[in-house]
């Protein structure tokens, strides 16, 4: 069982955390947004083979907040609560 | 030299102390061009190379491989062949990866050991036999062979099954698809790769793509661990790492990697002659002609490019195993592994030209390519060969997450991912 550092409960299971996508993947904000961009948002993914910036949920808490992770070794490199680009 | 496999060769070579066997497939150096190149040497790559040399005409073909031919996800599924999907265009897709199926060791001369001995999708509950009846109907009426089964019918081809009256996941009846089955993977594999070979395409091994040849906006080639090698249509079928490729060519897919994870137990004399799957255990099990006991189940959950599994999903897969047949509880284990599989959000394969015209796309088959081996394979050796859809893949194309005609088949998967 892998521990994952959640910023609010400190190390916990690899089970009790939920994967909530690429960070930095913004909703495109207007009426006017172009198909292709949509298209972009809701569903192409960066998906990198190496160190990833990604959102997760710790489900115990319910506290939404970026890690950074290897996805070759599952080394976590840092984990911090929601800031900067995805600020409320 | 006996290049032909029969029960004959076998007799003149058991005569002539088995000294006339030729190598299953040449390997030659990379030539600095061809007709078309193929990037990725699993099932789908060499099923591409062998249909564009046989229904398309082109043998100027090379299959390029990172590692070994058949190492990835062709070495590492649970060897499962099956058509039991709802919509109809995946009707149309698998049904016809069933079919060659079917006739695939005469067609390649070697034996991919087809073993149809049906599947059973099991129903745990009156609401689910209610869909069960809907998917059996639609399987039916897009001309696929599916039944729906009472419990009595899972019991006669299922009888080590958990029927005990405190079961966690009581048996209701079941969709079972008769021709469904398993097939050898790795024959799969040698089979096409020979039967290519033998066609002239060059499969060349231990050939990393390093980056593409891009010109005037088209791709025209790959630089590689073993040289440049050119070509004007390119095709790609990595699964597991089709993002990677795509970051190299400029452009992202509608793709992550998962881990998917498999094992098998010692080999035991024959106690499972079918494939069961409960969708409540999220688990399905089958037999191997050699006796171990398969069993496949869901996704890890975290993103991942390791080809190894995380303990807590294979802990989940064990015990809905045991739930499922109580029996294999004395079982050990011999072996655990993971393949990197595509998990597209509609759990529907993408087909056609990638953004990077000259390049095109045999990805995201999800949990379940192996069963689409030979379909993804005569499918992309179209578009290599005319550049242009057919009926088949059209609806697969990479347009339709911007066009919206998403075709969901995550039930289609069998297992909840």
Known sequence: MQLFPCPFCGSRDETEFHYGGDAGNIRPDGAEVPIDRWADYLYLRTNPKGTAREIWVHMNCGEFFVMERDTVTHKVLSSAALGGEHAA | ?417
């Open chain 2, 1 to 417: 030299m006996t290049t032909r496999y029969s029960a004959l060769s076998l007799f003149r070579e058991g005569l002539a102390g088995q000294t006339g066997w030729q190598p299953a497939w040449r390997s030659p150096e990379p030539k600095p061009s061809y007709d078309a190149i193929v990037i990725g040497g699993g099932g789908h790559g060499l099923a591409t190379a062998y249909y564009l040399a046989k229904n398309q005409n082109i043998a100027r073909v090379a299959v390029l491989e990172k590692g070994w031919i058949g190492g990835g996800n062709t070495g590492r599924n649970t060897t499962v062949v099956r058509s039991n999907y709802y919509y109809p265009e995946s009707v149309e897709l698998y049904g016809l990866a069933h079919r060659l199926y079917e006739g695939l060791s005469k067609d390649l001369n070697y034996n991919v050991m087809l073993s149809q001995r049906g599947m059973v999708n099991l129903c745990h509950s009156t609401a689910e036999m209610e869909i069960g009846a809907r998917t059996v109907n639609a399987m039916q009426i897009n001309g696929i062979d599916a039944e729906l089964f009472s419990p009595e019918d899972v019991r006669r081809v299922a009888p080590i099954y958990n029927f005990s009256p405190d079961a966690r996941f009581p048996v209701f009846g079941g969709i079972w698809q008769g021709r469904a089955g398993t097939a050898r993977h790795d024959a799969v594999a040698w089979g096409y790769a020979r039967a290519a070979s033998r066609l002239g395409v060059d499969i060349i091994q231990n050939c990393e793509i390093t980056d593409f040849i891009i010109e005037g906006g088209r791709c025209r080639g790959v630089q590689t661990s073993r040289g440049a090698i050119r070509a004007e249509r390119i095709g790609m079928a990595v699964a597991g790492h089709s993002s990677v490729l795509a970051a190299k060519a400029g452009f992202r897919l509608p793709i992550n990697s998962y881990a998917l994870q498999a094992c098998v137990s010692e080999p035991v004399k024959p106690i499972l002659d079918t494939v069961v799957l409960s969708p409540g255990c999220g688990v399905y099990v089958s037999q191997s002609d050699k006796g171990e006991i398969v069993i496949g189940g869901g996704l890890d959950r975290i993103p991942s490019y390791a080809q190894r599994g995380n303990l807590p999903t294979l802990e989940t897969v064990i015990a809905g195993v045991l739930e499922m047949f109580p029996i294999f509880g004395q079982l050990k284990l011999m072996r655990q592994w993971a393949g990197i599989v595509d998990v597209v959000p509609d759990s529907s394969p993408i087909i056609g030209e990638s953004p990077l015209p000259g390049l095109f796309l045999n990805c995201g088959w999800g949990t379940g390519g192996f069963k689409a081996i030979p379909a993804g394979g005569t499918l992309l050796a179209n578009l290599l060969a005319t550049g242009k859809h057919n009926d088949i893949s059209r609806p697969f194309d990479l347009d339709r997450f911007a066009t919206g005609r998403l075709i969901d088949e995550a039930a289609g998967s069998g297992i909840a991912h």
